[in-house]
């Protein structure tokens, strides 16, 4: 009986942090991709993103954002054409500083091809996957950018490209060129500012809209966006696999309250016939109905003591060593902007623990009621003739 | 049968009538006005180009968020050559537009390169300008383009003036939805036009200034560009010199010529 509680309870935790981890994966590989869990623009520029409406005195912005414990990555972008093998299109010019943009965001590891931008390679530029398809590039291919500069001039400049990514989003995919920041501010003549202004949040211990308040408190005058306000389809998607995920659990829990309930009534229908002697010997029901109480209570207590030791380093062991399902998918997917990560680590939050105990001892709870009833007003001379 | 040869004669009579009335329409919205218009309109069209033309134009842009003078030679052959080429400054000296038909070709001599400008690029800025790499290609001419009529006729601003208002053709190629052009009564040059969307407001206003004698013509020298909705912006082209007649080649707008500097 304590054994099949204690197993069912391990399998809740160990399911439980499974999809807690799943979930978790999900909504990181929304942000680290290209977005970041929070996004600041100066007021106007997500309504018309113009090259002259940017963020100023950045360096200051950026210096109070990471002195209160965000890391934050400038952008630049700008419009303009790619030229080379005689053909040409329309391209997105994204301006990075590569060594902020590591710790908000981890593009730098979704590369087909070649290497990520580097500061010892002004020249070389990263683009996207289906830009490179339509202009026949590969690393090491010259690329000619033409753009209309800052004070009205007409930029152009020959660069190398150093590598090709892996399939981020739409607009990456089909019109991204990565370069460094200062090579952008000298191509286009924009000596300051930035348009755009990348954020990872330290920890997970705040909800999302504390951190967007808090950081929206840091930058008074400018815009200040979370994850699910800039990707609306992605966090319903998220939150739509969140619900189905909650269902599933709900099936499992049912599941482990019906084992236990057929446990406990067995516990009891099996000494009906010694309830009976009890019972003529002149015990009280409310005494016996505690009796069955505080057995079933030592039981589950029991069973939790099992479940938590067998489900707790199951789950931590995975959480280091996650299920690698790279033979099932292919490990550049990603959907609607979303990577999908095809190592499946497990995530032991406190939610995770405590939910399948509290659940497993309101369910053992819950189902002794009627048996432990059912013994308390057994008529004593039918019950020790009950065989 | 007989019902049927009645049907056949009302047939037949009905298409007279209909085609008459037609033709006696069409002679009507013919008037004596519009021909003077499409004189008008085509002398003012063929003002600065002549079969082919030389010229030197400063223009000089005023945004809000940069200035900058640019000089620059112009040739032009008939209505489908042209070829624009920087003279300064020196950064973007040599820096050359070829436009052929309705293809576009930019050459950037930093990076040695010919550009064939996409269609999604036509209507970005040419050259910082307020004109679009669009306005280059499509010059229409107004009077094969436009109904015109005659809006106004009499003196404004102490100046004997016409005015007419120019309703697109239904099916012609251009993007407004009015002009309204205002010249000089005695010598049809050219005051102001005024640019209207499809939905009739004003987009942009070129005045035309300093008529000089230039190229054996009397032209105005500069043109002032203002979109409505930067009243502090504009673009102006100053004609430092033209010469029309000049003997250009239709192999000198070529892309071997493009590269030349």
Redesign the interface.
């Known amino acids: 009986m304590i054994g099949a509680m204690g197993f069912a309870g391990f399998i809740m935790i160990f399911y439980a942090a499974l999809m807690e981890g799943l979930l978790h994966t999900t909504e990181q590989n929304a942000t680290v991709m290209e977005s970041g869990q929070f996004q600041v623009h100066a007021p106007e520029y997500r309504d018309d993103p113009d090259l ?1 409406t940017m963020i100023t005195q950045e360096v200051e912005v950026l210096n109070r954002l990471q002195a209160n414990g965000y890391q934050a990555a400038p952008r630049l972008f700008g419009v303009g ?1 790619a ?1 080379a093998h005689a053909s ?3 391209i997105m010019l994204r301006g990075i500083d590569p060594d902020r943009e590591r710790l908000v965001t981890e593009i730098h590891r979704h590369l087909l091809a070649g290497k990520w931008l580097n500061g010892d390679d002004p020249e070389g530029v990263v683009v996207g996957r289906r830009l490179a398809k339509a202009l026949g590039l590969v690393v090491g291919d010259e690329l ?1 950018v ?1 753009s ?7 930029a ?3 660069y190398r490209v150093r590598g090709v990514l892996k399939s981020i989003n739409e607009s990456i995919d089909r019109s991204g060129v990565f370069f460094l920041d200062e090579v952008f501010r000298k191509l286009m003549v924009l000596p300051d500012g930035v348009h755009e202004i990348a954020i990872r949040s330290p920890d997970d211990t705040y909800s999302l809209a504390d951190h967007t308040q808090q950081i929206q408190n840091l930058v008074p005058d400018l815009e200040v966006k979370n994850w699910r306000e800039l990707q609306p389809v992605v966090a319903r998607v998220i939150d739509m696999s969140r619900y189905s995920l909650l269902l599933m659990l709900v099936i499992t829990y049912s599941a482990v309250g019906i084992l236990t309930l057929n446990g406990m009534l067995m516990g009891v229908f099996e000494r009906i016939h010694e309830f009976g002697v009890v019972k003529a010997l002149g015990v009280p029901p409310w005494q016996i109905f505690s009796l069955i109480a505080i057995e079933s209570f030592l039981q589950v207590v029991f069973a939790s003591i099992i479940a938590l030791a067998a489900g707790i380093p199951l789950s931590l062991y995975f959480e280091t060593h996650p299920l690698d399902l790279t033979g099932l998918a292919s490990s550049s997917a990603s959907i609607a902007g979303i990577a999908l990560d095809p190592l499946w680590y497990c995530r032991v939050s406190v939610k995770a623990v405590v939910d399948p105990i509290v659940v497993l001892m309101v369910v053992a709870m819950l189902s002794i009621i009627y048996p432990a009833t059912k013994a308390a007003l057994l008529k004593p001379l039918a019950a020790i003739h009950h065989r | 049968m007989n019902l049927k040869l009645n049907h056949v004669a009302f047939l037949l009579f009905l298409m007279v009538v209909l085609s008459l009335t037609w033709a006696s329409m069409s002679f009507a919205t013919t008037t004596d006005d519009e021909v003077r218009a499409r004189l008008i309109l085509d002398l003012i069209d063929d003002l600065w180009r002549a079969d082919s033309s030389e010229s030197t134009v400063t223009m000089r842009v005023v945004t809000a968020n940069y200035r900058r003078t640019v000089t620059m030679q112009n040739w032009t052959l008939g209505k489908n050559y042209s070829l624009v080429r920087i003279v300064s400054p020196q950064k973007e000296k040599g820096t050359a537009t070829l436009k052929s038909g309705n293809v576009i070709y930019t050459y950037l001599p930093k990076t040695d390169r010919t550009i064939r400008l996409t269609s999604g690029m036509m209507m970005g800025s040419w050259m910082g300008s307020h004109f679009t790499n669009d306005d280059l290609v499509k010059e229409s001419r107004m009077a094969d383009d436009y109904i015109p009529r005659l809006g106004f006729e009499g003196d404004r601003e102490g100046r004997s003036i016409l005015e007419f208002i120019l309703e697109p053709k239904p099916e012609a190629p251009v993007v407004w939805g009015r002009v309204v052009i205002t010249v000089l009564a005695e010598s049809y040059l050219p005051l102001v036009s005024l640019y209207y969307d499809e939905d009739l407001s004003l987009v942009r206003t070129v005045t035309f200034s300093d008529f000089v004698e230039m190229g054996g013509r009397t032209l105005p020298a500069r043109l002032r560009v203002v979109p409505t909705e930067e009243p502090d912006e504009y673009t102006e082209l100053i004609y430092e010199d033209i010469r029309f007649g000049v003997l250009v080649p239709e192999s000198f707008f070529s892309l071997q010529q493009l590269r030349r500097q």
């Open positions: 002259y054409l030229a040409s299109v329309g000619v033409v209309q500069a800052g004070d009205g001039s007409m152009n400049e020959l």
